[in-house]
């Protein structure tokens, strides 16, 4: 058996964080990141490395950035991870996702 490595096994750590928060399960996040189910295993437990681009992959679809991912690092106000949540929408559905935002900005204002 392949001896783990240490930075691995933290970036495994953090994907399975990172998907436990997505609510979405490692056979998901496969099929999502067009991996197979025992690729996220093996790279949750540290078995595996990861590539650049599966990584770029894997943050589009949680929604997270790659600090995240790569050093745990959770930053609330990020909005480079909002920014790659969105970059795959189509211009028309992030005009609909603009306005979903204004409404609800407009809502929560007047509650105040």
Do not use: W
Not at 23 to 33: D, R, Y
Not at 52 to 65: M, Q, T, Y
Not at 78 to 83: D, E, G, K, L, V
């Amino acid at each position: 058996m392949r001896e783990k490595k240490e930075i691995n096994i933290k970036i495994g750590e953090h994907v399975k964080k990172a998907r436990e928060r997505a609510g979405i399960t490692q056979e998901q996040l496969a099929e999502k990141t067009d991996v197979s189910p025992q690729y996220i295993s093996d790279l949750e437990r540290g078995v595996v490395g990861i590539s650049v681009e599966k990584l770029k992959n894997l943050c589009v679809v949680l929604g997270v950035s790659s600090d995240e991912i790569l050093f745990g690092n959770i930053q609330a106000k990020s909005s480079a991870a909002f920014f790659e949540k969105i970059s795959i929408l189509s211009e028309s559905q992030v005009l609909i996702l603009s306005d979903i935002i204004n409404k609800y900005i407009e809502a929560v204002s007047l509650d105040k």
